[in-house]
């Protein structure tokens, strides 16, 4: 198949010779691969790793403005910006306007892009890879940097005419400039490429109302005009947005890009199990921690456990989940990632063996309503798979890394391991501590009992050697039985024994869980499972011979110092962070000489 009928079969959820593979990255990053691999110029690079596809842009002929000092570029739509890359707008200029004043402004003119040149660009690559073309139309965007983000939100329920004409305005030019491309182009192009980021970290930047009241219709009117030219159409769109994704769908959308699996909502089993069938998804592979921090093996391992989630039946192109591949990403975790892409073994293959292998036994069960509606399987197949590591998911998940002095060989190095109780307490600690150690924090709501919690803490403790780490896991994870908090605690211990050999164990047990604001004199019910997980972490920590930080028990007969029912004021914080710094100094006076 060439590339193009390769894309264009996922597009069409059918099984193709190899999963689709998708790159898009920064030129600093190609300026990188570049020199590393000894390739004269970027599209050697393409070939290299296996891009299927390619993409053409009109060129920009209207009138040269003048830049500020200090600006860096200037959007059509004449908002300056400054600081790294594109940076941050510099003005808002229609944050006060009426009515009027939005109409009045100087909306660009869709002349000042040239289209007479794009059919031959795209016909250049001899309808070999699939062709992206139409303008990019950013228009959540651009109505941020025209009105400023707090104001944009606010105008939704106070002045929402205003916020109206804006959109009209914007999406008018946009779908201007790409009915000119497809006038032109259209035959000779395959996907109309939108990019708008409806999701943050932890979910919707929008509320699925607000995005069916003002950014749907207009999203709805590009979707139509590309598939009037008969073209699939795939929209960019970083962060969380698992509750948009219908109305998406609704709208006729038919391909997804850049799926971010570390953001709220974004589990990829789920995700394949609920829409799979559906739209595209093109990306998934974690470029915010396996690309960057990762190890090439690493890297290959989880792209093939991506591939065994996201490929069967098709309607999936492979590539990170970030489109701009950053410079500080490592060239050979890129290319080892392309490298286990080109050869994994299709699920066409797999689904005519009975016998499944082992890394497609850990496939979440999610997935199998999906794969029996998709891939034509019998449920025989369900009796040779293994048993799938049970995976419960906190209603927002977090993980925050943070690594200090990282070049520093000199003093040992304390890591904590804990929750956003740790991270309160952490700064007192290394206040009281700083000079003796450096320092380096894993806090993250991923529960124990969750196999991704192992996952996270091998990729870092690979990363670094560490002489005295301090955990807490009790506080997350409700949906996991005590029985299961008792079976995987010696396993996390045996893992970062394993991880870090050599290391000095300290194990804190977790801290009341309160109610009854505004005095928190009362505990909520789920105290009582906590005191049970803090006698197991003391059984098993007395097992191993680890010290046990009781943060629990001089904790408990204090409600005064409680801030919400869970977290602390900052004078308990502190005593904390004390009592902690004890048991890591105590830990650092017994290390070796050298140290």
Not at 117 to 127: E, G, M, T
Request: proline share 6%.
């Amino acid at each position: 198949m060439t590339s193009r009928e390769r894309v264009l079969a996922a597009f069409n959820h059918t099984q193709s010779d190899i999963v689709p593979r998708w790159c898009g990255a920064s030129p600093e990053f190609l300026a990188k691969a570049r020199r590393q691999l000894n390739l004269p110029d970027n599209e050697s690079f393409f070939i290299r790793i296996g891009d299927d596809f390619r993409r053409v842009f009109a060129r920009y002929v209207g009138p040269e403005f003048p830049l500020s000092p200090g600006s860096v570029c200037r959007t059509v739509f004449g908002i300056e910006r400054a600081g790294h890359g594109c940076g941050q707008p510099l003005s808002h200029p229609l944050a006060d306007a009426t009515l009027q004043q939005v109409h009045d402004y100087p909306w660009p003119d869709p002349d000042w892009q040239d289209v007479s040149r794009i059919r031959a660009d795209a016909l250049a690559w001899n309808r070999q890879y699939a062709v992206l073309g139409g303008d990019w139309s950013p228009f959540w965007h651009d109505a941020i940097d025209l009105l400023g983000m707090e104001t944009l939100y606010l105008k939704l329920y106070d002045e929402p005419e205003i916020v109206d004409a804006i959109l009209q305005h914007i999406v008018d030019y946009y779908a201007e400039v790409s009915r000119r491309i497809f006038e032109s182009a259209a035959d000779a192009l395959d996907i109309f490429f939108v990019g708008n980021d409806f999701g943050g970290q932890n979910g919707p930047l929008l509320s699925p109302e607000h995005f069916d009241r003002f950014m749907l219709p207009h999203l709805k009117r590009l979707i139509d005009l590309g598939h009037s030219y008969k073209l699939k159409v795939q929209l960019h769109c970083c962060g969380g947005y698992e509750p948009l994704i219908p109305a998406m769908i609704a709208a006729g959308l038919d391909g997804l890009h850049a799926v971010q699996p570390c953001c709220g909502g974004m589990d990829l089993a789920n995700l394949k199990a609920n829409y799979g069938g559906k739209i595209l998804f093109n990306g998934a592979i974690d470029s915010h921690h396996v690309l960057i921090n990762g190890t090439p093996e690493f890297v290959r391992q989880r792209t093939l456990e991506v591939l065994d989630i996201m490929s069967p039946g098709g309607g999936y192109v492979a590539g990170a989940s970030h489109d701009y591949i950053l410079e500080e990403t490592p060239v050979e975790n890129v290319v080892a990632m392309f490298d286990a892409v080109s050869e994994y073994k299709q699920w066409v293959e797999f689904s005519r063996t009975p016998k499944l292998k082992a890394r497609q036994g850990r496939m979440k069960l999610l997935l199998l309503p999906f794969l029996f509606a998709t891939a034509g399987m019998t449920a025989s197949l369900v009796c040779a798979e293994e048993p799938s590591p049970k995976i419960i998911r906190e209603p927002v998940e977090w993980c925050d890394k943070h690594v200090e002095e990282t070049g520093k060989t000199d003093l040992p190095r304390v890591l904590f391991i804990g929750d956003s109780i740790s991270a309160g307490y952490r700064g007192p600690a290394v206040n009281e501590l700083k000079g003796k150690a450096s320092f380096a924090y894993f806090c993250s709501s991923i529960a124990l009992g969750n196999p991704t919690l192992f996952d996270e803490l091998k990729l870092m403790l690979g990363q670094y050697k560490f002489d005295v780490i301090h955990f807490n896991v009790g506080m997350h994870g409700w949906g996991y039985t005590e029985d299961e908090y008792r079976a995987a605690f010696p396993k996390l211990i045996a893992l970062l024994r394993a991880e870090a050999p050599g290391v000095k164990l300290i194990c804190a047990t977790t801290t009341p869980y309160r109610t009854g604001a505004p005095k928190f004199e009362q505990f909520d019910p789920r105290n009582e499972r906590v005191k049970v997980r803090n006698q197991i972490a003391a059984e098993c920590a007395a097992k191993e011979g680890i010290p046990l930080n009781d943060l629990y028990s001089v904790k408990e007969n204090t409600p005064e110092l409680s801030g919400d029912g869970v977290h602390f004021k900052q004078e308990a914080k502190e005593a904390q962070g004390r009592q902690v710094a004890k048991f890591i100094g105590e830990a650092l006076a017994g290390l070796p000489s050298d140290k």
